[in-house]
């Protein structure tokens, strides 16, 4: 996943917090049972960048906008475009900056702007969330937040990006509201019905999260992925990474989204799609490929935790709101 190309793709958002280890390194933590209410009329956001700087001419004002619509403020602090080698300020300026985002009472919640790299940086250096929750949006880097948030007990992460078409934008507003959004379709390649909490990710980010406490337990869990950038003997590396250290037990479903590469492919050698079905395949658990998720359009945002029905059979993931 390319640093500097993700920027025009998506604004991706997150947290994270350390958490406690089992015996065999992954966070298990339990989730908290407060709920998060639907955000509504006055609700209050901040734009937040703990990734890669973004060009100071970028021009935010269609997502103040969008935000407006549903009558929402978001206020963009000119610490967003602040630039600091190639991340948007040094890590303890992105510390205090998720810090005073997260502790503030009159907001309900956090989008961040810019990508690239960086959210690990800011686990590394220090960050713990506060005891509440808080909806934050973003994909990409930041889904290293995404899956630390869940890690440690805080519901309110959702993937997704805030740019792209009205319809993208519409079903992240609807999750970010508590409403029912429609099903996601893929291509059916393993059998099967699975349910459970979902687990969202860039492949090449949550790798390198493997056996660090921001990495969730993906027991019982329907796993999503995606990339961006990656050939795919790169693919293969990191899958066999993920099966070999053991992660990948006991987890309920697997599918995955876009994984754009724009290279060619040897003579004889595998395609994408051919070493995602190869390394994913033979996990006996429901697979579907292709979702509408990741770099590129569309984007379809889906709740980190939240319960979904992987049919394998139909090639459908559906959000369970009962």
């Not at 709920?35 to 004002?61: C, F, H, M, Y």
């Not at 996601?184 to 990710?201: F, M, R």
């Amino acid at each position: 996943m390319n640093r500097r190309s993700l920027l025009s793709l998506g604004i991706p958002a997150a947290l994270a917090m350390a958490v406690p280890f089992t015996a065999s390194g992954v966070a298990a933590k339990k989730q908290k049972t407060s709920e998060l209410g639907p955000l509504k009329q006055g609700s209050r956001l901040r734009a937040v960048n703990t990734g890669t700087w973004i060009d100071p001419e970028t021009d935010l004002n269609l997502l103040v906008k969008r935000c407006e619509v549903e009558g929402w403020t978001l206020e963009v602090p000119e610490s967003v475009k602040r630039q600091w080698r190639w991340f948007s300020g040094t890590d303890q300026q992105r510390v205090e900056d998720l810090e005073n985002a997260w502790k503030n009472p009159d907001l309900d919640g956090l989008i961040y702007v810019g990508a690239g790299w960086g959210g690990a940086r800011v686990l590394e250096a220090g960050f713990r969330f506060p005891n509440r929750a808080l909806w934050t949006l973003g994909f990409s880097d930041t889904s290293s937040m995404l899956m630390a948030q869940w890690s440690a007990g805080l519901k309110g992460a959702i993937h997704g990006s805030t740019t792209g078409p009205e319809k993208q934008w519409k079903r992240t507003t609807k999750l970010l509201k508590k409403e029912k959004v429609a099903p996601l379709n893929g291509k059916p390649i393993n059998s099967g019905v699975a349910s459970g909490p979902l687990i969202i990710c860039n492949l090449t980010v949550a790798t390198h999260l493997i056996g660090t406490k921001w990495f969730p337990n993906l027991n019982k869990t329907i796993l999503v992925l995606e990339d961006i950038g990656e050939a795919p003997y790169r693919i293969d590396r990191m899958l066999t990474q993920w099966r070999t250290s053991g992660v990948l037990h006991g987890i309920a479903g697997i599918a995955t989204g876009r994984f754009k590469w724009k290279g060619e492919v040897e003579k004889g050698d595998f395609s994408m799609n051919e070493i995602l079905k190869e390394r994913l395949s033979d996990l006996n658990v429901p697979l579907i490929m292709d979702l509408p998720i990741g770099h590129g359009l569309p984007n379809m945002a889906l709740p980190m935790g939240g319960k979904a029905i992987l049919n394998g059979e139909m090639g459908t993931l559906i959000l369970d709101n009962e």
